[in-house]
Nanobody
């Protein structure tokens, strides 16, 4: 059984920064992809950023590109999400997810088998 555990959520003012961390119980390079999703109240879960270990490629949705950075810590087996210039619209529960599926659509939550419990991020104006 794979476990993903997020940490690092919190409350900040607009323009501030937070770093989320996702600890995986299995070597992160063993997954086809690892991603961050978020879900705001009353909205569907949406993709934020993804990493494909096989070719070391990272991608982001336009709403966070240039502000968020996904990185890996192989020593501690962590997937990190550095979030800068936070906006109230970034307020959501953030989830770490891992997929063993090849191909597919990285934006689709249904493509990911493993999920963390979520970390609340609140950005006030």
């Amino acid at each position: 059984q794979v476990e993903l555990v997020e940490s690092g959520g919190g409350s900040v003012q607009a323009g501030g920064s937070l770093t989320l961390s996702c600890a995986a119980s299995r070597f992160i390079r063993s997954f086809n992809s690892m991603a961050w999703f978020r879900q705001a109240p009353g909205k569907e879960r949406e993709a934020v950023a993804v990493f494909w270990p096989r070719n070391d490629v990272t991608d982001y949705v336009n709403a966070v590109r240039g502000r968020f950075t996904l990185s890996l810590d192989y020593t501690d087996n962590l997937v990190l999400l550095q979030m800068n210039s936070l906006e109230p619209e970034d307020t959501a529960i953030y989830y770490c997810a891992a997929s063993i599926k090849s191909g597919g659509n990285w934006y689709a939550a249904s493509d990911y088998r493993y999920w963390g419990q979520g970390a609340q991020v609140t950005v006030s104006s």
